[in-house]
């Protein structure tokens, strides 16, 4: 199966610094990719749509100048987490629709962010 | 608006037994049905769809699910459990009609926990 990746796999920050997550598409070309947080035991929470080569769609309520997002190439789509608060540590998952199967969305391992 | 019911928090099943998952969506018109599992610190596993065709889908690791458009549902069935399908399940749901950047909106969640 297609296969995303993400990096770091866990980041510990200091309260006001950024912390940058990426998301790569190791086996396929993703022009769209999604941003989610998990709380614990909780579902998924999209925040943001990814479009390669254009701005971000962010859902009501994520605050795009916190959440930066870049998607510069076909593969890679990054998060910055900017001035990050202890509010701000959570589980953080990118996926991505293989452009030939555009029905299914293949999920990164995910992003444990703890900001203290 | 689209949602998706998961309404078990946790299902208990011994080994052996048969195992369900229940699901339940609300969508106008016909939707794609996705079944992803979640194992802890780790990203969603695609297990299997619905896009069209036969009303029962086969997926990975032996689970199958019935789509039942009259009772608008999409349950998740395996006829023997194993341990190892301890994990957390998320029912998910996308508008056919949208485009291949459509996001897809996930269930609660439902904790299935296998007892040896």
């Known amino acids: 199966g297609a296969v995303v990746s993400q990096h770091p796999s866990r980041v510990i920050c200091k309260s006001g610094t950024s912390v940058k997550i990426e998301c790569r598409s190791l086996d396929f070309q993703a022009t769209t990719m999604f941003w989610y947080r998990q709380f614990p035991k909780q579902s998924l929470m999209l925040m943001a749509t990814s479009n390669e080569g254009s701005k971000a769609t962010y859902e009501q309520g994520v605050e795009k100048d916190k959440f930066l997002i870049n998607h510069a190439s076909l593969t890679l789509s990054t998060l910055t987490v900017t001035s990050a608060h202890p509010e701000d540590s959570s589980f953080y998952i990118c996926?991505?629709?293989?452009?030939?199967?555009?029905?299914?969305?293949?999920f990164g391992p995910g992003t444990r962010l703890l900001v203290l | 608006a689209q949602s998706v019911a998961q309404p078990e928090d946790q299902v208990n099943v011994a080994e052996g037994n048969p195992l369900t998952v229940k699901c339940t969506y609300s969508v106008s018109g016909n939707p794609y049905l996705f079944w992803y599992v979640q194992y802890p610190n780790r990203g969603l596993q695609f297990l299997l769809k619905y896009i069209t065709g036969d009303n029962l889908v086969k997926g990975s690791y032996g689970f199958e699910a019935e789509f039942n458009k009259s009772q608008t549902s999409f349950h998740l069935k395996k006829p023997s459990a194993l341990v190892s399908d301890s994990a957390l399940y998320f029912c998910?749901?996308?508008?056919?009609?949208?485009?291949?950047?459509?996001?897809?909106?996930f269930g609660s969640g439902t904790r299935l926990s296998i007892r040896p």
């Open positions: 998910a749901v996308r508008d056919r009609g949208g485009s291949s950047a459509s996001k897809i909106i």
């Open positions: 996926s991505a629709y293989r452009d030939t199967i555009k029905e299914t969305q293949y």
